[in-house]
């Protein structure tokens, strides 16, 4: 283990040999790093963290610390991070505040500086979260989602998958799959360029463009609206989610940006 002689390390931390740990990080027991791992200057690795192979933990970031719940009682509860994350300077991610549950991250996401991912909250994979985005707790964000700078998001909303929020945009609302949130719990159209760019073929990007105008243009209330999705598109992976995800939703999903004339970007 390449470990720096100013870094406070518990001996009863689990790390693999050819983990990197910088000058003055701390790391707390139980925890337990995967091989590949760098931990940079002053980084912290709070009790209860697993952090799996090829992570990149950049200066100050604190991982695993209590959660910011004013109902916390102390229990062990965890922080869960996948493989090849990047976390850079100075994100908090927080763990769990209910017993024998985690905060649950992923593979391949890039977490950049000051963005907060609260108690509770789930992550998928190939996430971006850009500078300042700040997740309440219990929030979950799909796979290939993009945050941008400055992003708030209220505790329990779900962010769809391939789904981009624009920067300084806040919600309330479910964010649905493959859609470009803006400003205050509204969408704007499909994210055309993240379907491409996630190899979404044309066929199925023209079926999503549809479920998206019969769902906010039709007129048609949310329960004719998927009804009239799942009886005209022809059935494929990406609209039967789209579906699920709005049918499922508990807090409701954003309304279109008044503005919008297009259905898609």
Do not use: F, W
């Given at each position: 283990?390449?470990?720096?002689?100013?870094?406070?390390?518990?001996?009863?931390?689990?790390?693999?040999?050819?983990?990197?740990?910088?000058?003055?990080?701390?790391?707390?027991?139980?925890?337990?790093?995967?091989?590949?791992?760098?931990?940079?200057?002053?980084?912290?690795?709070?009790?209860?963290?697993?952090?799996?192979?090829?992570?990149?933990?950049?200066?100050?970031?604190?991982?695993?610390?209590?959660?910011?719940?004013?109902?916390?009682?102390?229990?062990?509860?965890?922080?869960?991070?996948?493989?090849?994350?990047?976390?850079?300077?100075?994100?908090?991610?927080?763990?769990s505040w209910q017993e024998g549950k985690a905060t649950q991250i992923g593979d391949d996401n890039y977490f950049m500086a000051l963005s907060h991912v609260a108690h509770d909250c789930r992550i998928g994979n190939k996430v971006v979260m850009a500078n300042g985005a700040l997740l309440g707790g219990h929030v979950t964000v799909e796979d290939g989602v993009f945050l941008s700078g400055n992003t708030l998001f209220h505790q329990y909303v779900r962010i769809g998958r391939l789904a981009i929020v624009s920067g300084n945009s806040g919600t309330g609302k479910?964010?649905?799959?493959?859609?470009?949130?803006?400003?205050?719990?509204?969408?704007?159209?499909?994210n055309v360029v993240g379907l491409r760019r996630a190899g979404v073929d044309q066929e199925t990007r023209t079926r999503i463009k549809k479920a998206f105008k019969i769902f906010y243009r039709s007129g048609l209330n949310t329960k004719n609206a998927l009804k009239e999705i799942e009886e005209t598109i022809g059935v494929c992976e990406e609209i039967a989610h789209f579906v699920k995800f709005i049918r499922d939703s508990k807090r409701g999903v954003c309304s279109l940006y008044k503005q919008s004339e297009k259905g898609d970007r």
């Open positions: 283990m390449k470990q720096h002689p100013t870094a406070i390390i518990d001996s009863k931390a689990e790390i693999e040999e050819d983990v990197t740990i910088g000058p003055y990080c701390i790391i707390e027991s139980p925890v337990r790093i995967d091989g590949g791992t760098e931990i940079m200057a002053h980084a912290y690795i709070c009790r209860h963290t697993e952090l799996g192979r090829e992570n990149k933990v950049h200066m100050g970031a604190v991982i695993g610390h209590l959660p910011q719940h004013l109902s916390y009682k102390p229990c062990i509860s965890q922080t869960k991070i996948g493989d090849r994350n990047t976390i850079r300077e100075y994100v908090t991610i927080h763990r479910d964010v649905p799959p493959y859609c470009i949130a803006v400003g205050r719990s509204q969408v704007s159209g499909i």
